[in-house]
């Protein structure tokens, strides 16, 4: 028997006109996962979303969310989804309570039910203090908390968010990512498109995005050990060394000085723990610190963007 995934889009077409935006991609994410969708303003990741959510209907391929069939079961598939989109679509001219009341009428909430899912959409995104202002007269952060509050007072199974830090400051956008671990940790299940290279390291797996196409899918460890070619180990040396003596320590599959020839080294390796055991083993080496390198999500991105051009 296969397995089962709350989203499932297979072969993924869509084309506008001339243009071919998404190019034959699969997204399979699992239940309780935080999915990234990574990639450049142009990537394909919003048309993509926009399919998945069934607004828009794919020039070919398929896409199921909770087993529904996208766009013809969509309504169906929509108790199950909160959406935030880039632009908010929120209604400024009326206050922060009146959007939620409204937004949780559409998602066929009644009565003490509605009520009590408002107020606690004020309370869990710290919205109470804005509770009677207009959308309108609210900072982009606060109205991005507002977006959130709304897709989530229905309270459902799965959060679609499109680049939700778009335009937030640093310090908001780590408030952000400690709510989205908060509710990965409740059992949502999250799927979150970002041109954030930094953002994609809390995520469990991710997909990296170039021109229609996902080139890479696996988890953060994983995408940055395809790009770098396996474990990156720094070693500086106490005296200069020639590249055959390192490689003489097994497991090597690239050597690149860093300033000095010979004196400090940034070395791919096929594993890192073991390459660092016999490292300590390798008398015709005078080492003076080695350690495991850390590789970010944007120099694996940048790697892998310049190998598939």
């Given at each position: 028997m296969g397995r089962e995934?709350?989203?499932?889009?297979?072969?993924?077409?869509?084309?506008?006109?001339?243009v071919v935006a998404v190019k034959g991609i699969d997204v399979l994410v699992e239940e309780g996962e935080i999915y990234g969708l990574l990639g450049p303003n142009g990537a394909g990741k919003t048309t993509t979303i926009r399919m998945i959510c069934g607004l828009i209907r794919p020039t070919r391929g398929t896409v199921r969310v909770f087993g529904y069939k996208m766009p013809e079961e969509r309504i169906k598939a929509s108790r199950l989804i909160g959406y935030v989109t880039q632009h908010t679509s929120l209604y400024e001219d009326l206050t922060v309570y009146e959007n939620l009341m409204f937004y949780a009428s559409v998602y066929g909430l009644r009565g003490s039910e509605k009520r009590r899912a408002v107020e606690e959409a004020l309370d869990r995104f710290l919205l109470r203090e804005f509770k009677d202002k207009m959308v309108g007269k609210l900072s982009g952060g606060t109205v991005k908390r507002v977006s959130?509050?709304?897709?989530m007072v229905h309270n459902?199974?799965?959060l679609i968010l499109d680049e939700?830090?778009?335009?937030?400051d640093p310090k908001l956008r780590r408030v952000f990512w400690d709510m989205f671990r908060d509710l990965s940790r409740e059992g949502l299940t999250l799927l979150v498109t970002t041109h954030y290279m930094d953002e994609a390291e809390n995520c469990d797996r991710i997909s990296l995005m170039l021109g229609g196409r996902i080139v890479v899918t696996g988890t953060p460890d994983e995408v940055k050990r395809?790009?770098?070619?396996?474990?990156?180990?720094?070693v500086t040396f106490r005296k200069p060394v020639v590249e055959e003596d390192v490689r003489r320590v097994g497991g090597v599959k690239s050597v690149e000085w860093i300033g000095d020839r010979g004196v400090r080294a940034r070395v791919v390796v096929e594993d890192a723990e073991e390459f660092l055991a016999n490292l300590l083993k390798a008398d015709w080496l005078e080492v003076a610190v080695a350690a495991k390198a850390d590789v970010s999500l944007e120099e694996a991105f940048l790697r892998i963007e310049g190998a598939v051009r």
């Open positions: 995934f709350v989203i499932e889009a297979r072969g993924l077409v869509k084309r506008f006109a001339d959130l509050a709304v897709s459902p199974k799965l939700p830090t778009a335009g937030v395809m790009a770098m070619g396996g474990d990156v180990v720094e």
